[in-house]
């Protein structure tokens, strides 16, 4: 079982820590950046991480991956089958996916990934933007629904938390200031601190330097 992509995506990282959550094996292949790895491009023709592959079966994109891997390997369950559960989860997911990653990504890009990766100069005004606009509401909800038990849906860990705290991480390596949201940021740093997720946080960081 290989992921492609490099965990500094949310989307990639929400891949491995779902994978590691369920007990499975895999490797995670990164490729050099302009040269695709040919076996990636065959899981991912549009060159979209994660890439993933179980043998002859090969998929792009998170979501697709999660919803494969839960009904490949039921045990343990991390997508409810309760209809109302069910639906707020693939909600969460989506709000992680399109909403939250829409913003923070502009902060990350910008003050890691370009400049560091890339040697763009990065786009303060855009930085900005997402951080006296676009990232504030998305916080203020989190703040306000940031369960007491710690989990978002059921009072356990399902792929709701799993794929909302993901991109905490990436704010998180660009410094992002969260005193304003405190609730919100305990709750993520309790979802962030699973072995599923410190042990790929760790390398993160040691890989950025910090």
């Known amino acids: 079982m290989i992921i492609h992509g490099s965990s500094l995506s949310p989307f990639v990282r929400k891949t ?7 007990g499975l094996t895999f490797e995670n292949k990164v490729g050099r950046p302009g040269s695709p790895d040919p076996e990636f491009l065959e899981c991912s023709p549009f060159k979209k991480i994660p890439g993933f592959q179980d043998g002859d079966f090969r998929i792009s994109d998170s979501t697709a991956i999660v919803t494969y891997l839960e009904a490949a390997h039921p045990d343990p369950n991390l997508i409810p089958t309760e209809a109302k559960a069910r639906a707020r989860t693939i909600w969460f997911e989506e709000f992680a996916d399109t909403i939250f990653v829409a913003a923070a990504g502009k902060i990350f890009f910008n003050l890691v990934v370009g400049p560091r990766f890339m040697g763009v100069e990065a786009d ?4 900005e933007k997402a951080t006296t606009e ?11 629904i940031a369960p ?4 978002l849906i059921e009072d356990r860990l399902t792929l709701a938390d799993i794929a909302v705290a ?7 390596h ?6 304003k949201w405190p ?22 960081r040691g890989f950025l330097g910090g």
């Open 174 to 179: 660009a410094g992002f200031d969260f005193a």
């Open 16 to 22: 491995m820590a779902f994978a590691t959550e369920k």
């Open 124 to 127: 303060l005004a855009a930085v």
């Open 148 to 151: 007491t038990s710690g989990f």
């Open 166 to 172: 993901s991109p905490f991480a990436n704010l998180m």
């Open 134 to 144: 676009e990232m504030p509401p998305v916080l203020d909800y989190l703040e306000k």
């Open 183 to 204: 609730k919100a940021k305990a709750w993520a740093d309790a979802i962030l601190a699973r072995p599923s997720f410190a042990t790929v946080i760790a390398k993160e």
